[in-house]
């Protein structure tokens, strides 16, 4: 067991966009919240709400905005995004599983395999025919992956990921526990009553610097490739059908499901929940919030929302339920108002 | 490797109830839209927003109906149900992982387990006592089946599939991966403030023919058996209570959950996401659309929907929002003119 | 193949807070519901709907409460908390796998791993580095252990459970198939329109007696750690954003969503597909049912709702949509009348 890390001020900077006002030797031990900070932790102030801890905060070091700087007492890392330089710093004090490179005897290699000698398979892991991994990916314990799939360089598979066949991987992707990629997706043909499969004869292409979180499921297409574009971010639970697209760098929140054949543009924000119909295309730079159902195209970027939504006391909500189901007598009441008064005004 | 598969458009409809305009000589080499077709390719119309593409298709054949037959310039293959014989042809160019038959040396077998010789046990599994697995059944690497599972013949369990002890799956019955069957239904006993687990006695019993999509669970019964009857379809991300029924060929779309001892006909419709309550009752032959809550029992044939839908920009949304909350007053209001209206009129 | 088990009423009552009405000789080979109960089973009664089925049941015995006790013609098991009493008695005539303590001879272990003797590593286990697992946990088969993960005393992990490195799980904690727990958590920081991880530094702290149901997901947190108290129960398909803190006792229905850095209190009761947006507190006894949506912290104790729910034909669905999308134009025109009876009012 190794110590902690510590680094000094200098050589968390180094390489990055930030200037540093206080002292670059100044060593540090870990990272906290700025209300919770002690002394050797780095800490970051990216949201208002949280200026206040800024003048008493027992942090050595604050990552923050050049305006805030100057009401800072301790060492300052003066950075134009903050929580950038926050994710570029974290990540030296991040704990990990031990990994080695090379393959755990444990695993099961299928015909034709081509793997790096840099790359890392895990024990326990399944990999099918005419498998290719490229060099520094990992392939975590328990995972599987089916005939002809690839593995681009350094991505990194987490324990118990299931790969289809011919399903490939990006570059630097980083994919969860318990994702399931290339499964059939939902397609069915009605013959007197029974329902009969229809082959999917399609794969998943997922691009380069993708992450896929825990739980995700992704199918592969019916005819053409389901496809997640270079940069997406997909947190967990998520439901992506058959022959979906998502442009590059859209982020989605957690347990959204997206119907099959649905198009997404580029740099959209899906929030958690949010149901997206198939079949329909969502422009580049549109934002929808959490629990939004979308059953329509959207064609101009901006922000959007369904439903009707605030929990309030639950004999409230009944209320609220009644009268949203007799609108339209509410509606039927004011129409026979408007008659009334237009015919007292004739009169 | 093989090359590509090829087969006469005679070999393709052998069997089938189609009839065929053209020639039966004709190569096909693969399925692909009819918009995206080229020679060698089969392609279908079952959508008529398609149909304008009929005229300049490069496929070699059309799977269409009898009217749309007329339009075709190329080979016809003629159907009374062209989606369903799309289907069936489509099956000739599936691609999947190469399955041998017999059991691979990493698995684990319990006692008394009883395999068929024609079955596959993939690397990995871990089989449990008193298994038993019918011919042609096949189990995907790292699949794990709990004591006493049964495995109906031609069954297909993909990788990573969970399969608690004592339930029963039937033919030809289909599982993708990261499903759980049997875990314990969601059943606890208040005890002065502390939950005690009530213990799950029932099982699980898959009819034949069914389709269970990836991360999907179903849990155990309390006392009787979870039930999903033959010709099921149910998507991804499904949650599935214990104690439910699902009837025959009722076919369900991802992310949607059913609560415990709740009992659902034959032949119904379910969208996705939607929500079901336990304890209820959905009659044969209903259609629920998707993201629908259904709170009571649903007694007559039909088409049922929930709630508030359609994403709008956010700004209308919070106003929408503010208004619904103000039904009451909005109610209120309208009360008032009615009286002040009625009063006028006496007076 | 063992036997059935059988007991008299004497012994399964034995400990219990409970008294006899009848002959505690009775052997029972069995539970079951009032209304299907044979001779040998025991049976409870709980809800008053079912009530009717007293007279006439075949049970043997059944358990209630001393008023209902009266009315009961057969061996009745007199409680202050029938269905507590049910589930202590039910746990005599539980099946599960047979599980032998020891580490299966498949199992993969990482270095300077503390496995108490009586604990159990079932088949395919993989067991990473620095884990320790107390006296009678079971770990199931195919689950995977990341480093210095810890296990407490007679805690049990069902099959394919994935826990990701530094999680701590307490004594008697059961947790499905298909659980993922301490995946990062979901945060990105965007530098000119790409998105860069945030590491993930916190880890998962999990309770004693906790349940956690099938395919459930807990990220680990961004700087602290996720928190899950003793005694809270979890249903199947939940997600658990990083840094969330759910308090001691509460219960969460399946597909429940609950976004990051929130902070749930104890006893809370949490319905179905219920979503907690992030960064928000829920006090103390709150009850939300399903599907509600929560946006704002929740201060008072109570029962709290969402949305609008009640499904129905989908034709009047659609009119109840136009109504509320229309509700702006319903404002003004309830607001034009009022200034004409104003108007009126002052000629």
Redesign the interface.
């Known amino acids: 067991?190794k110590g902690k890390p510590q680094y000094t001020l200098a050589d968390l900077i180094a390489g990055l966009d930030v200037s540093l006002q206080g002292d670059p030797n100044c060593l540090i031990t870990?990272?906290?919240?700025i209300q919770?900070a002690e002394a050797g932790h780095v800490s970051f102030l990216t949201n208002s709400l949280y200026r206040k801890y800024l003048a008493t905060t027992r942090a050595s070091a604050v990552i923050l905005s050049g305006k805030d700087a100057e009401h800072c007492g301790v060492n300052a890392i003066i950075s134009p995004?903050p929580?950038?330089t926050?994710?570029?710093i974290?990540?030296y004090?991040?704990?990990?599983?031990?990994r080695k490179p090379g393959i755990?005897p444990?695993a099961?290699l299928?015909e034709n395999v081509k793997i790096d000698p840099t790359a890392r398979i895990?024990?326990?892991c399944?990999i099918?025919?005419?498998v290719s991994i490229a060099a520094h990916a990992e392939i975590?314990?328990?995972s599987?992956l089916?005939?002809h799939v690839s593995v681009g360089e350094s991505a990194k598979l987490?324990?118990?990921v299931?790969i289809?066949?011919?399903v490939t991987i990006g570059k630097r992707t980083?994919i969860?526990?318990?994702v399931?990629i290339g499964?059939?997706g939902?397609?069915?043909?009605?013959?007197k009553?029974?329902?009969?499969?229809?082959?999917?004869?399609g794969s998943v292409e997922i691009g380069d610097?993708v992450?896929i979180?825990?739980?995700t499921?992704i199918?592969r297409g019916a005819?053409?490739n389901t496809i997640i574009r270079n940069?997406v971010?997909l947190?967990?639970?998520i439901?992506i059908?058959h022959n979906v697209v998502i442009g590059e760098?859209t982020?989605i929140?957690?347990?959204a499901?997206i119907?099959g054949s649905t198009v997404i543009g580029k740099?959209c924000m899906i929030g958690?929940?949010t149901?997206i119909?198939g079949h329909i295309t969502i422009c580049d730079n549109a934002m929808?919030?959490?629990?939004?159902?979308?059953?329509?195209s959207?064609t101009e970027p901006?922000?959007?929302?369904?439903?009707?939504?605030?929990?309030?006391?639950?004999l409230e909500?009944?209320?609220?339920?009644v009268?949203?189901?007799q609108?339209?007598k509410?509606?039927e009441?004011?129409r026979t108002?408007?008659k009334?008064?237009k015919k007292e005004e004739k009169e």
């Open positions: 067991m870990g990272v906290a919240t919770d995004n929580y950038y926050y994710a570029k974290a990540g004090f991040e704990q990990a599983d031990a755990h444990s099961v299928g895990a024990a326990n399944v099918g025919n005419d975590g314990a328990g599987i089916g005939d987490d324990a118990h299931t289809y066949h011919h980083c969860a526990s318990g399931v499964s059939d939902f397609g069915f043909a009605n013959q009553g029974v329902w009969h499969k229809v082959p999917q004869l610097d992450d979180g825990a739980n499921s199918d005819i053409e940069g971010k947190d967990n639970q439901q059908g760098n982020i929140a957690g347990c499901g119907a740099n958690g929940r149901n119909i929808i919030t959490a629990t939004t159902g979308v059953e329509k959207i901006g922000m959007y929302s369904s439903g009707v939504v605030g929990a309030v006391p639950t909500f009944k209320k609220n339920n009268r949203f189901h609108l339209g509410l509606v009441r004011v108002l408007e009334i008064l």
